[in-house]
């Protein structure tokens, strides 16, 4: 199929791009830049558009020039804090950006779209694994744009016959491409794999843990750590499976939930060096333990995750980051 895959150049659309490649697909990234890398294009040597998604004259063109089955939305703003600090912000990027995707699709007579959504949807869960029928009570500006957005996504399935999707709630996406291509780069970069092999690589002088006193296994935070090919091989397995009047709404984890200290300790055997860790207080917003359960991901979509062990996953991150301790440009 031919692919438009918004925000393309980021870290997940990135790795969802070669695994396009690799599956026989036509992927077209479409990315401003704005929070993604040139370097990327340049890697995946895919046809690409730098555009912004709400520049509709371009956008139009090019689901028309490329011939477009399917839109990928992976664009959008993803830190929760800055979303508490400027919500308008990511109402505008993250909703009203979508609903201009949406329009432009309509215009031009594509009517299937597979979204990008997160665990943050649920906000602090009242019964864990996750499963979809967990009450939708996200805790900031970020999470409530996203669900609004799988609530839009909804309306339009029932207005529109032409219209099928795909809303993917992702856990902890990390973890680098395989074969070290590819890689994570965010900035500022948040997520704790990254964040603590650059600790061990001396691009930070040390990583803070928040909290230790929580009800878990060790008292540190508890996370369900997704691979970033695995992500994208369930895009295409959800793609592939796009039905009018059915739309697949499932969430995308290995079910298993691993704490902050396990990662860090595993990050340290990976590398076979130390990392210089602080201990803090407990962080605003920060839910205790979050893992998915991922039975309706199999179910509808034939999917699981292969990579299971945080090690293989921490393993994929280090060859990439040993590399790239700064990421891609810097
Ligand atoms: N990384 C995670 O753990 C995680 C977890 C859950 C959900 N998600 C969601 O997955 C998606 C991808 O996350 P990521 O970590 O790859 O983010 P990312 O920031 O690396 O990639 C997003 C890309 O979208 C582009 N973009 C943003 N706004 C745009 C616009 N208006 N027009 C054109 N391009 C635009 C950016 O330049 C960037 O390349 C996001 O929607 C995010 O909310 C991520």
């Not at 830190?79 to 600090?85: L, R």
């Not at 909804?154 to 032409?162: G, I, Y």
């Not at 333990?289 to 393993?315: C, F, M, N, T, V």
Request: aromatic share 8%; net charge neutral.
């Amino acid at each position: 199929m031919n692919v438009l895959v918004a925000g393309g150049a980021g870290y997940i659309g990135s790795h969802t791009v070669k695994r396009l490649k690799e599956a026989g697909h036509q992927p077209v990234i479409y990315d401003n830049l704005s929070r993604g890398h040139r370097a990327v294009v340049d890697i995946l040597k895919v046809p690409s558009v730098q555009a912004d998604l709400n520049d509709r004259a371009t956008l139009t063109k090019a689901l028309r020039d490329h011939r477009i089955d399917t839109v990928m939305h992976f664009a959008a703003y993803a830190y929760v804090g800055e979303s508490v600090e400027k919500p308008l912000l990511y109402y505008q990027n993250n909703v009203a950006t979508t609903i201009n995707v949406l329009q432009a699709m309509a215009e031009s007579n594509v009517g299937r779209f597979v979204f990008s959504s997160t665990c943050a949807t649920y906000g602090d869960p009242d019964v864990i694994p996750i499963t979809e029928e967990e009450k939708k009570s996200p805790v900031s500006p970020y999470g409530r744009s996203k669900w609004m957005v799988e609530q839009i996504l909804q309306d339009q399935a029932v207005a529109d016959k032409n219209f099928r999707f795909a809303a993917l709630r992702y856990f902890n996406a990390s973890g680098c491409a395989m074969d070290g291509t590819l890689g994570e780069d965010h900035d500022p970069e948040t997520h704790l794999i990254p964040v603590v092999l650059q600790a061990i690589l001396g691009v930070r002088p040390k990583i803070t843990v928040f909290g230790t006193d929580y009800p878990t296994k060790d008292g540190t935070n508890v996370r369900d750590y997704i691979h970033v090919d695995d992500l994208a091989d369930a895009h295409i397995a959800a793609m592939e499976r796009l039905e009018a009047g059915r739309p697949i709404v499932c969430n995308l984890g290995t079910g298993r939930g691993f704490s902050v200290k396990e990662i860090i300790q595993t990050c340290e055997q990976v590398s076979g060096k130390k990392v210089p860790v602080e201990y803090g207080a407990r962080r605003a917003g920060d839910a205790i333990a979050l893992y998915a359960d991922p039975s309706r991901a199999k179910q509808l979509l034939g999917w699981e995750a292969k990579y299971k062990d945080p090690q293989q996953i921490i393993q994929s991150a280090w060859n990439w980051f040993s590399k790239h301790p700064k990421g891609y440009a810097r």
